[in-house]
């Protein structure tokens, strides 16, 4: 799939503080590197449970952990038919990982870069002499006769690192045979070499407060032209009731901090549409708490599952979840509380092309008594999350828990990656909802398969109304 240029690519590398930086410069002087990171480039911390993951992913395959202990590391997104997420490390790209919804399983590929911070046990070759430069300077593939050896564990279609006599990675490729096949080989193709964007890794111990410090001067920046923006429309509508629309993600709770430093405390506005995470609520319960907030709910519950009845799940090419369990009942709030209101949202271009296309101040066709902003449109979700560490603010547990989006628990939009997490991670609300899946199948003679394989996300010949997110 084609990258996505969404805006400009900003993620920066301070190779002093081994930490990732949103400026040229680092706030302790020094010059920062560019990370040559796919678009859109909207890369996020990894949690201690994401690291553990891609650990276990490439220990199983390679026989040891890719990303050292106190080590800083990014996830960014990148288009595939499902997931796929580069490994930042050490300001380069480590490596990848890939999910394959059918069998369930994540792939590692790796980066030559990656021996900068780890040693393969397995599923590598080595090279003679005479093969480095041809596979090292121009890509060539290993053949038969400039193979030394071959890890026994190596089978068609893996990974693997291809190193020299003295254990030196000069590439990364695909094996096309079995260990026990080219052993045997007097020529022919063994491994299908990788050509990959060139990536600096420079190892170094670093804590995501390291990061905060790194990012001081920037975030002091982003956040004054943030809340600069919030006084400048708020004063341009003074008629309007100010709110922040609050959904329990890590957007819109920086957009909370940055309205209430802007204009003062305003209500929180939640859309609950009854189908999100209990640690969702329990985080926009907190949030109130903490910041000392009104808030305000408009309930969907009742018009999602009857539309559920009507038309069948949402997809994702068929949102009308959006519309009818949160747009239409917060227009309705609104009328009755304020008749309009100015509400501050936590949208930003990063997000999708959709976003990325949209003003900063606006008014949803399906919304019409609210006049909506965007104080962090421009924002990564690096800045979110560092504002967030700087600032202690109560962000929602789930992204600890692989979500790197805070949503309806069976949110169509979801890939299979995370929807197979959930599955596993929360039984008790996915048995309910495969039960409503189920009943809606039988009733209308659809393959299990629609269930399965997550067909039920997707409706044919049906565009989706880009205007219904909120």
């Known amino acids: 799939m084609p990258p996505s240029y969404l805006g400009k690519i900003l993620l920066r590398w301070c190779d002093h503080c081994h930490a990732p930086v949103l400026a040229e410069k680092c706030s302790c002087g020094a010059e920062t590197r560019s990370v040559p990171v796919t678009p859109p480039g909207d890369a996020r911390p990894a949690f201690p449970a994401d690291v553990a993951l891609i650990n276990r992913i490439y220990t199983d395959h390679f026989g040891a952990p890719l990303i050292p202990a106190d080590h800083l590391a990014l996830l960014n997104k990148v288009p595939d038919k499902d997931r796929m997420e580069e490994i930042i490390v050490g300001g380069g790209i480590a490596g990848i990982v890939r999910y394959f919804p059918e069998q369930r399983r994540w792939e590692p590929v790796p980066r030559p870069e990656a ?126 009731v100010a709110n922040v629309s609050y959904s329990g993600g890590k957007d819109s709770l920086a957009t909370l901090l940055v309205v209430t430093k802007a204009i003062g405390k305003v209500p929180m506005l939640f859309a609950d549409t009854g189908l999100e995470f209990p640690e969702t609520y329990a985080n926009i319960d907190e949030a109130a708490r903490k910041y000392g907030l009104d808030l305000i709910r408009s309930d969907g519950t009742t018009t999602f599952w009857e539309t559920f009845d009507r038309q069948g799940p949402p997809a994702v090419n068929a949102r009308w979840c959006c519309k009818v369990c949160k747009l239409t009942p917060v227009g309705n709030l609104i009328q009755a509380n304020w008749g309009q209101c100015l509400s501050f949202i936590g949208q930003r271009r990063y997000e999708s092309a959709a976003r990325a296309q949209s003003e900063r101040v606006w008014r949803n066709k399906n919304v019409r008594a609210q006049l909506s902003a965007a104080p962090i449109h421009n924002w990564t979700a690096l800045h979110v999350w560092l504002y967030l560490f700087q600032e202690k603010a109560p962000h929602n547990v789930l992204y600890e828990r692989h979500l790197d989006r805070i949503g309806c628990f069976m949110c169509p939009s979801s890939d299979m990656a995370l929807i197979h997490m959930i599955e596993d991670d929360f039984p008790e609300l996915w048995k309910g909802w495969l039960t409503k899946l189920e009943g809606y199948r039988v009733a209308h003679g659809l393959p299990l398969e629609w269930i399965t394989e997550g067909r039920w996300r997707l409706v044919e010949g049906t565009a989706d109304d880009e205007d219904s997110h909120y």
Request: neutral net charge; aromatic residues 4%; glycine residues 8%.
């Open 115 to 240: 021996c900068h911070l780890f040693t393969p046990k397995k599923r590598f070759i080595v090279v003679d002499d005479g093969a480095v430069p041809f596979i090292r300077d121009q890509g060539m593939s290993v053949l038969a006769p400039g193979l030394v050896s071959i890890h026994e564990d190596v089978r068609a279609g893996d990974e693997v690192f291809i190193l020299t006599k003295d254990g030196t990675c000069i590439a990364v490729g695909r094996a096309k045979v079995d260990a026990a096949t080219a052993e045997g080989m007097e020529k022919g193709q063994i491994v299908r070499t990788r050509r990959n964007v060139a990536s600096t890794i420079v190892p170094g111990a670093a804590s995501w407060d390291d990061a905060v410090q790194a990012n001081a001067d920037a975030l002091r920046k982003t956040e004054a032209s943030a809340i600069l923006f919030v006084q400048e429309v708020a004063g341009r509508n003074r008629d309007l």
